[in-house]
């Protein structure tokens, strides 16, 4: 059974990196890589951890999921890092909801875009970012050196705070 969502800490990396190396073999970041993204102060990363049910017994610390953004302060935009779902927890919501816990932190933070970087041959992922409402604007060919695939650029536009009333809206300076 998943359990909700929570913040990761760093004894969340190995569980991240069983499902990290599954999840993108020739792709997947180094242990060492993770570790500094979870580290890293500017970034802000959820998993989804697995808790034991009736039917199935969950290892404690086993994760079904995670997904990870940055952004730098005040910065108008925000970079989904990753997102990877266990096979056997996928096409049940997670990663709809890990992607949504990642948009709502770039709303907190105020960002007005959110990007992201999908493998050309990864049409399940596409399909689930343009079902939220991402849209493609960008190739980048090559960008996977694995296999030399090429990266599509897809970006999500978010609606900034509306001022306070009274306030100016823009202005010169
Ligand atoms: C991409 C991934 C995170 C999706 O996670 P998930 O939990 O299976 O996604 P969800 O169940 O929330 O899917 C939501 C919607 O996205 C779309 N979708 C997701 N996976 C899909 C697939 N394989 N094929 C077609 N559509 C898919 C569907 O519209 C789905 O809704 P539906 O199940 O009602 O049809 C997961 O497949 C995964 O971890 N893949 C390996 C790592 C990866 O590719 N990460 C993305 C890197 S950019």
Redesign the pocket.
Same mark, same amino acid.
């Given at each position: 059974m998943v359990a909700p969502l929570r913040r990761a800490t760093a004894l969340d990396l190995d569980a991240i990196m069983v !499902?990290e190396n599954a999840?993108?073999h020739a792709d997947a970041w180094s242990r060492v890589a993770m570790g500094r993204e979870l580290a890293n102060p500017l970034t802000f990363y959820v998993v989804a951890p697995l808790i034991a049910d009736d039917e199935v017994p969950a290892v404690p610390g086993s994760l079904a999921?995670y997904a990870g953004l940055f952004s730098l302060p005040d910065g108008p935009q925000a970079d989904?890092q990753? !997102?990877?779902?266990?096979e056997s927890?996928?096409?049940?919501?997670?990663?709809?909801?890990?992607i949504a816990a990642l948009i709502a932190e770039a709303r907190a933070r105020g960002v007005a875009e959110l990007f992201?970087?999908?493998?050309a041959d990864?049409?399940?992922?596409q399909?689930?970012y343009e079902?939220l409402g991402f849209i493609a604007i960008d190739t980048r060919p090559g960008y996977y050196h694995s296999d030399n695939m090429t990266a599509i650029v897809m970006v999500l536009a978010l609606e900034t705070p509306a001022p306070h009333r009274g306030e100016p809206v823009g202005g010169a300076r």
């Open positions: !499902i999840s993108f999921g989904v990753t !997102i990877a779902v266990a927890a996928r096409r049940q919501g997670l990663g709809r909801t890990l992201l970087d999908v493998r990864n049409l399940g992922a399909a689930l079902s």
